[in-house]
Structure formats: C-alpha cells, structure tokens
Nanobody, 126 residues
Framework: QVQLVESGGGLVQAGGSLRLSCAAS????????MGWYRQAPGKQRELVAT???????NYADSVKGRFTISRDNAKKSAYLQMNDLKPEDTAVYYC????????????????????WGQGTQVTVSS
C-alpha cells in the first residue's frame, strides 16, 4: 500500500511562514497528482493546492500569491510553502495523492486511488 506522512505544521503568528512536507512511501512506481487540502473546525475539507506529475499547479483563490506547492519526484515528496499566514489559514492540512502505481507481487503492478495522510495541524495566531 501507500503511506503519506505530513510534517512541518505548528503554531505561528499572523504574517509568518511555514513549510509543510509530504513524503510518500511504499513500493511506488509512479505518482500522479499530489495535493494539499485543509479542514478547519466545523468546516468541510477544502482544496488548497495541487501539482501534477509534470508540475502544473492549481491553487484555491484564498491562498494564491501566498502559498507555493512543489514536488520532488525522485523523493516522492510534495511541499507547501506558506507565507503571510492569516488566522483563517488555521486548519489541519492533509496531503493527498489521486493515483499511485505500486509494485505488486502477484500482478506486477497495482493502482491505488485517492490516498490521504494523517494530517498536520497549522495554527495561526492573530
């Protein structure tokens, strides 16, 4: 299977910066789109940013110009640089991969869809 582990969350004052990391592990042959989502208390999970395998990016309007998503395919990792953080950015941030091809002993390869990490808390104080 695939494991996604996020790190880099924490407490920061408004205007500060954080860099989140997501590392994928397992017998991975290929990863498609990687993304960051967030969920604030009492709210639905929402898209923050995504990046395709050839590094095309997409951002929520609320983070455009402040957040930057990137990936390192060799390290099977994605990153989210968050600058000029605001209290409304406070949420649990989740890493997502929409499609992964992994090595399978029986079939040679197996597709895994819609994998999620356990989340990392980001808290921005005013």
């Amino acid at each position: 299977q695939v494991q996604l582990v996020e790190s880099g969350g924490g407490l920061v004052q408004a205007g500060g910066s954080l860099r989140l990391s997501c590392a994928a592990s397992g017998s991975i042959l290929n990863i498609n789109t990687m993304g960051w989502y967030r969920q604030a208390p009492g709210k639905q999970r929402e898209l923050v940013a995504t990046i395709t395998i050839d590094s095309n990016t997409n951002y929520a309007d609320s983070v455009k110009g402040r957040f930057t998503i990137s990936r390192d395919n060799a390290k099977k990792s994605a990153y989210l640089q968050m600058n000029d953080l605001k209290p409304e950015d406070t949420a649990v941030y989740y890493c997502n991969v929409d499609w992964v091809l992994i090595r399978d002993d029986l079939r040679g390869a197996k597709q895994i869809f819609d994998s999620w990490g356990q989340g990392t808390q980001v808290t921005v104080s005013s």
